[in-house]
């Protein structure tokens, strides 16, 4: 009986660990969203992690974050990552977040990532692409998916811009890969 009460403290201790680390990754994940409403490139670009992954469309990048911060693409679209979600409250307001750690996004089956891109997110492209980048990342690595439209019209899918891998560095959360 001992050995049980041990074993479900540790349990949930680590399940506790757990989801406070996917809170954790969330509040970073809406604070870089923010980046975009508020055109904060500096903040923006601050998030970034040594080397990044881009989960685009046909590429393979893995740059370092001095090579993205010379092109600075990204900030160029920040007015078309919020033309769908208008503002942040809207956003805020109309779009779930989820948040995977590395077991999750990395189990056999994938259950949990076809759940969010198939059913959820409408994004079945990202999945591809974050399964094509999984080389890079590491068990401090959370899938962060905020293209989640409580309301499922084709008009509420943002898509990629909303969708970024977080890790968990000495420094705070790092971008360690994004779409852009």
């Keep these: 009986m001992r050995i049980l009460v041990i074993l479900f403290i540790i349990f949930s201790w680590v399940f506790s660990n757990a989801q406070s680390e996917k809170e954790e990754a969330k509040k970073a994940f809406m604070d870089i969203v923010s980046c975009y409403f508020k055109k904060d490139c500096t903040k923006f670009y601050s998030n970034l992690n040594d080397s990044i992954t881009l989960l685009n469309v046909n590429t393979n990048d893995h740059i370092s974050s001095k090579l993205l911060l010379e092109k ?57 692409r974050v399964n094509a980048f999984n080389k890079f990342f590491t068990k401090n690595d959370y899938l962060v998916i905020g293209d989640i439209p409580k309301e499922k019209k084709p008009e509420n899918f943002v898509g ?5 891998m977080l890790r968990k560095t000495k420094a705070g959360w790092k971008i360690s890969a994004f779409t852009e």
């Design 72 to 128: 600075k693409k990204s900030c160029e679209k920040f007015t078309a990552y919020i033309e769908k979600t208008k503002s942040l409250d809207y956003y805020f307001k109309n779009y779930l977040v989820a948040v995977m750690d590395y077991n999750e996004y990395t189990s056999p089956d994938r259950a949990e990532l076809r759940k969010y891109f198939f059913e959820m997110s409408g994004s079945p492209m990202c999945l591809m």
């Design 160 to 164: 990629s811009p909303y969708i970024m």
